[in-house]
């Protein structure tokens, strides 16, 4: 069985929660950031269980200081070991960046074979979306640079289609918040918001491709945060779809940065994983 979907199943037989989309020190994105005991002491204490889901992106993968370079990766698994010696629960997985075939082919083979190496220490593998022609759609000032080559239709047309590649190719357990390319549109975003996004048939699709292929779909609950101000997938989206699909799986993250996000996320994770389970 799908490993992230056996852990979403044994959590729901004990209504237990869990936020599986934490990142540590060890993302790039992340300045001063926590370790994982901080997060692990965190979840014991407001009852939820922390699942990682450090950034793991091909291209920087030459680079000698990051985190899962060839000779760095080691340190990075040794920490989680040292953390799980307190015997607090979490799960390890990883947010991978899956790249357009046309246009970095070449980094989803790196990607491939890191997996190759690497993917026995991990209980998930959850796949994700950030490039889109040659900028990142979820850091407003390269999604500023974009739209001054594309229009948006064209951005969102090629962020689906790499999309879809994703889920029908890159083999993950998991997919992250599907339609993350509306990050930012909506109010005081790079782009006013639409209606139409809430109920984007190209999200419903991604869903479809997730149940058919046996890979959960993360809910995503962070777009609270941001322009877009709803869950990914959208909130009436993700409900159609579980209510008509109850063999759909989810999982919920807060893709909290630090461990003050994910204490305050605790609410919002209960509130959805109730929701997911009735
Ligand atoms: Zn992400
Ligand atoms: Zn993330």
């Given at each position: 069985?799908?490993?992230?979907?056996?852990?979403?199943?044994?959590?729901?037989?004990?209504h237990?929660?869990?936020?599986?989309?934490?990142?540590?020190?060890?993302?790039?994105?992340?300045?001063?950031?926590?370790?994982?005991?901080?997060?692990?002491?965190?979840?014991?204490?407001?009852?939820?269980?922390?699942?990682?889901?450090?950034h793991?992106?091909?291209?920087?993968?030459?680079?000698?200081?990051?985190?899962?370079?060839?000779?760095?990766?080691?340190?990075?698994?040794?920490?989680?070991?040292?953390?799980?010696?307190?015997?607090?629960?979490?799960?390890?997985?990883?947010?991978?960046?899956?790249?357009?075939?046309?246009?970095?082919?070449?980094?989803?083979?790196?990607t491939?074979?890191?997996?190759?190496?690497?993917?026995?220490?991990?209980?998930?593998?959850?796949?994700?979306?950030?490039?889109?022609?040659?900028?990142?759609?979820?850091?407003?000032?390269?999604?500023?640079?974009?739209?001054?080559?594309?229009?948006?239709?064209?951005?969102?047309?090629?962020?689906?289609?790499?999309?879809?590649r994703?889920?029908?190719?890159?083999?993950?357990?998991?997919?992250?918040?599907?339609?993350?390319?509306?990050r930012?549109?909506?109010?005081?975003?790079?782009?006013?918001?639409?209606?139409?996004?809430?109920?984007?048939?190209?999200?419903?699709?991604?869903?479809?491709?997730?149940?058919?292929?046996?890979?959960?779909?993360?809910?995503?609950?962070?777009?609270?945060?941001?322009?877009?101000?709803?869950?990914?997938?959208?909130?009436?989206l993700?409900?159609?779809?579980?209510?008509?699909?109850?063999?759909?799986?989810?999982?919920?993250?807060?893709d909290?940065?630090?461990?003050?996000?994910?204490?305050?996320?605790?609410?919002?994770?209960?509130?959805?994983?109730?929701?997911?389970?009735?």
């Open positions: 069985m799908n490993p992230l979907k056996k852990i979403v199943l044994d959590a729901k037989k004990k237990q929660p869990l936020d599986l989309h934490l990142h540590t020190r060890f993302s790039v994105d992340v300045i001063n950031g926590n370790s994982f005991e901080e997060y692990m002491q965190a979840g014991e204490a407001i009852g939820i269980v922390p699942g990682f889901l450090d793991f992106q091909a291209e920087k993968v030459g680079d000698k200081r990051y985190p899962f370079h060839e000779e760095n990766v080691t340190n990075y698994f040794n920490a989680y070991e040292t953390a799980k010696e307190t015997g607090l629960r979490s799960f390890l997985g990883l947010e991978i960046d899956y790249y357009s075939p046309e246009l970095h082919g070449d980094w989803n083979r790196i491939m074979e890191w997996l190759d190496r690497h993917k026995k220490e991990f209980d998930y593998l959850v796949g994700t979306v950030h490039d889109v022609f040659e900028g990142t759609i979820t850091i407003p000032a390269e999604l500023d640079g974009l739209l001054k080559t594309h229009s948006f239709p064209e951005i969102d047309a090629e962020y689906y289609h790499v999309l879809d994703g889920i029908e190719l890159g083999g993950f357990h998991g997919f992250a918040h599907l339609d993350v390319v509306y930012f549109c909506g109010d005081k975003g790079v782009l006013p918001g639409k209606k139409e996004y809430y109920t984007d048939e190209r999200t419903v699709a991604g869903m479809a491709a997730c149940t058919r292929h046996d890979i959960v779909i993360e809910l995503n609950l962070r777009g609270f945060d941001h322009p877009w101000n709803s869950t990914y997938p959208a909130e009436p993700f409900q159609r779809f579980k209510d008509l699909h109850p063999k759909a799986a989810f999982f919920t993250g807060s909290s940065h630090d461990v003050k996000t994910f204490e305050r996320y605790a609410p919002v994770i209960r509130r959805y994983t109730e929701r997911l389970n009735t």
